[in-house]
Nanobody, 115 residues
Framework: EVQLQASGGGLVQPGGSLRLSCAAS????????MSWFRQPPGEGPEWVSS????????IYADSVKGRFTTSRDNAENTLYLQMNSLKPEDTAVYYC????????RGQGTLVTVSS
């Protein structure tokens, strides 16, 4: 059974930083591209970033490019999202997914950016 559990969210002031983690299990992690999505309150999901199997390349939505960095540790089956220069519009529940399939998401983590 595929399990994906995101953690590390919380309340942060505008301009602050957070690092999210996603623990993966139930599949061969290093065989798959992994992605981050987010879902603001009352809105649909938005793709944020994807990273290749080896972790050497990542792509980002324009809304987060230059502020967010995705990485992975294949030895620990863990995906990361470093978020800097956070803005109120980054407020959302963040999910990690297998490949770019939002349906594969597990437990998300809430990020609230507010003063």
């Amino acid at each position: 059974e595929v399990q994906l559990q995101a953690s590390g969210g919380g309340l942060v002031q505008p301009g602050g930083s957070l690092r999210l983690s996603c623990a993966a299990s139930g599949f061969t992690f290093n065989n798959y591209t992994m992605s981050w999505f987010r879902q603001p309150p009352g809105e649909g999901p938005e793709w944020v970033s994807s990273i290749g199997r080896g972790g050497g390349s990542a792509i980002y939505a324009d809304s987060v490019k230059g502020r967010f960095t995705t990485s992975r540790d294949n030895a620990e089956n863990t995906l990361y999202l470093q978020m800097n220069s956070l803005k109120p519009e980054d407020t959302a529940v963040y999910y990690c997914t297998k490949q770019s399939d939002f349906r594969s998401r597990g437990q998300g983590t809430l990020v609230t950016v507010s003063s």
